[in-house]
């Protein structure tokens, strides 16, 4: 039985450094990108417990809405993977960071939504200022991000 554990942990250990090797190792924007991707998880969970989620009709849990959301989280990582794979050839750090800090700010942003959604209080210049910059990176042209509200989809 003791061989079993061993085996097993070895093939667990050697396939854990793979995935870090091809995401480049662990650092601090990886390990925060995937805080960030954890704290959405579990605010996104709670706001479902609240019954206050945005993303369904009863605003309740809906387990279609969760394994979208893995799903979205599974598909950073590989573009992580895939970043990670130009820098290799390119001979720099750019795209991976690049990518790391692109999906961690969006992450936090949702935390953030969520919070509000929660009803959290926030200075109003903080969420507007959010909005704006959510706003922007959603596509959304400047004259509708500008002065007037941007509801936090």
Request: charged fraction near 20%.
């Amino acid at each position: 039985m003791k061989g079993i554990y061993q085996t097993l942990s070895g093939v667990c250990m050697s396939a854990a450094a793979f995935f870090l090797k091809a995401l480049g190792g662990w650092d601090a924007a990886l390990g925060m990108m995937f805080l960030m991707m954890g704290l959405d998880l579990v605010s996104g969970l709670v706001l479902c417990l609240r019954l206050a989620s945005a993303r369904t009709r009863s605003g309740g849990f809906d387990s279609g809405v969760f394994f979208q959301g893995l799903t979205r989280k599974l598909l950073m990582v590989l573009l992580v993977i895939l970043g990670t794979g130009l820098d290799t050839l390119l001979g720099t750090s750019v795209c991976r960071l690049s990518i790391i800090g692109f999906y961690a700010a969006n992450e936090a942003f949702s935390v953030v939504e969520n919070a509000a959604l929660a009803g959290v209080p926030f200075p109003r210049g903080l969420l507007k200022l959010l909005e704006r910059y959510r706003a922007r990176m959603d596509g959304i042209g400047e004259e509708q991000g500008g002065e007037e509200d941007v509801k936090i989809r």
